[in-house]
Every structure is written in C-alpha cells, then in structure tokens.
C-alpha cells in the first residue's frame, strides 16, 4: 500500500471525527499555516497498516508532516507550532499562566480523551455491552468537564477564552471534547465559563473550519454525487 502525500509543504494525516486531529487542524487555522489532508480511516483500521506505522509507529492520528519533519502526538505538534510559528501565540506571557494553560489543556487530552478513545470504548463494550459503553463515556465526560469548569475559575478567565482574551493550547482542546460531548448527550449549558469559551470560539473562522462536519466523508460523498448528476 502507497500513501499519495499532496504536494505542499505541511500535510495533516488525520481522521475526520478524532479529537487529537481536530484540536491540531485548529492550531493550524489559528496560526494561518495551510496544510493538505490525508485522512486515515480509524474505523476501517487504516491506522494500523504498514503504510501508516511507518509514519506513525503507535498507529494512531494525528501526524503532522512539517519542515522536513514527521511529529506525532496532538500536544506535541501544537507545542511545535508555537515554538517555530509564535505569531497567534498558544500560551499567554508569564511561566504561571502558561503552566495552568498547559495544565487545562492536559486536563482533558489525558485524563478524559483516553478514556473515550475507540480501543477503550470497543473494549467496554465486548466486556459490557452497548448501554455500558455509552454509560462509561457519558460519565467519564461529564466529570471531565466538570473539572474543567473549575479549573476555569482562576485570575485568568475573562469570560472569552480559557485564559484572557485570545484563544490558545485549552480552547483548541476544549473545543473538540464538547463536539464529543453532544455527540454522545453529555449537555453543558450549566457550565457557564465553558459555556462562554464555546460562544467565543464559535465566532472565530479557524475554529468553524475545522470542525469535523467540513470533513466529514458522507457529506463529501453526496457532493460529488451532487456534481456527477
């Protein structure tokens, strides 16, 4: 299997619906670094072929081929971007405030996201069943999020963004776990301060263009239908 890679100088290996991906594909429109996809299938398995392991050996998304490099791991890839690009900073001025942005932006990428990724839900299920796993995601997100609401109550927060006035490392994210949170009914509406982050980030273009529904397959489907007719 040969993996055609666009010609440019940035290429995103991702999957449409992965959180990982999502949180990377924001960074990129944040800092205005244009980037061609090349969509790894989880569903189908197309992570674990021979083909993507040489890209990325744990077989998981995303990879970010860049300046000559191949990066893995999605907090990686945004802690590179703000050391190569530092225009539309990630992190705010000051080692505390960088720290707790850090901190918010671990919060959820290792406590909760590993929680709900594919392999753990799939294995839930074969032990429990489907009830179980939707049970196991919904609480695991719930306490996730309430977390990070607390975390949110610090000097900070200004009611836009997870720290001051620009979005950063904990909006790019949050952001992809509240997408999972609808998908799967966990509500926060009674979260107010990540309520008013997903209010500011809604607002903002590189956020609504990476969103998953700009990549979603089925809808790329009916498109080209569309132009075939």
Excluded at 62 to 81: F, R
Excluded at 125 to 140: C, F, K, Q
Aim: neutral net charge; glycine residues 8%.
């Amino acid at each position: 299997m040969t993996v055609q890679v666009p010609v440019t100088d940035v290429v995103l290996y991702d999957y449409w619906r992965s959180s990982a991906s999502y949180r990377v594909r924001i960074a990129l429109g944040l800092k205005g670094v244009p980037f061609a996809r090349v969509p790894v299938d989880l569903v189908a398995g197309a992570q674990r072929a021979p083909a993507h392991l040489r890209i990325n050996p744990q077989g998981l998304v995303p990879a970010l081929a860049i300046d000559g490099h191949v990066l893995t791991q999605s907090l990686a890839i945004l802690e590179y971007l703000e050391e190569t690009r530092p225009a539309a900073p990630l992190l705010p001025e000051g080692e505390e405030a960088r720290a707790h942005v850090r901190a918010l932006a671990l919060a959820l990428a290792c406590e909760v996201h590993p929680v709900s990724n594919l392999g753990v839900l799939a294995r839930v299920e074969r032990l429990a069943g489907p009830e179980a796993r939707a049970s196991w995601n919904r609480d695991n997100i719930e306490a996730g999020l309430a977390a990070f609401e607390r975390m949110l109550d610090h000097p900070g927060f200004t009611g836009q963004f997870c720290h001051g006035g620009t979005p950063g490392m904990a909006d790019c994210t949050l952001i992809p776990q509240l997408y999972n949170a609808a998908r799967w009914g966990v509500g926060f509406d009674h979260l107010a301060r990540i309520s008013a982050v997903a209010r500011s980030c809604a607002a903002l273009p590189a956020f609504a263009a990476a969103h998953p529904d700009q990549f979603d397959p089925s809808r790329e489907a009916k498109a080209i239908q569309g132009e075939t007719r």
